[in-house]
């Protein structure tokens, strides 16, 4: 599959539509946090469901990043052309739950980029978090474990 492919899936991804590099963090996110707070639609959990991904009260991160790569992989086999914009759209609602976007040229890229997994950036050019020494659920980026802090 050539990179040029993933460049244009990544394009039709984009969730800010200014020069922004994508930040993907892997996290496991509470289904319904609260009884009058639900984070995940039914909708979004049978269409995760359907990629024997197991779902107890968390929706993983990992697993949405799986499903993303299974359906690039798939885009060359695809049946129905329909169906699988459908679940490209499914899945960019879902991974917008685990993505934040930062400016192309902020000084904070290269200093993330030593907490993330190189490959999918270069490969797929979203900043894949692998070390949560810089990130929480409850405070977001920890901008305090980074050299360069004048983060807004």
């Not at 690039?72 to 976007?101: C, E, P, V």
């Not at 930062?102 to 490959?119: A, G, R, T």
Request: with cysteine.
């Amino acid at each position: 599959i050539k990179k040029s492919y993933f460049n244009k899936i990544n394009c039709d991804f984009k969730f800010i539509s200014q020069k922004t590099i994508p930040v993907f963090v892997p996290l496991k996110i509470k289904i319904q946090p609260f009884n009058d707070l639900r984070h995940f639609t039914d909708f979004e959990l049978d269409f995760i469901k359907r990629f024997n991904k197991h779902i107890d009260d968390y929706v993983d991160g990992k697993d949405i990043w799986d499903i993303f790569e299974q359906l690039l992989l798939a885009s060359k086999n695809i049946n129905n052309f329909f169906d699988y914009n459908i679940d490209l759209k499914t899945l960019q609602g879902l991974m917008a739950k685990f993505t934040f976007s930062i400016f192309k040229y902020s000084k904070l890229i290269n200093e993330l980029k030593v907490f993330c997994d190189i490959d999918k950036f270069i490969n797929y050019g979203f900043l894949y978090i692998v070390n949560f020494d810089i990130y929480s659920y409850e405070f977001g980026l920890i901008v305090d474990n980074l050299s360069y802090s004048n983060f807004i």
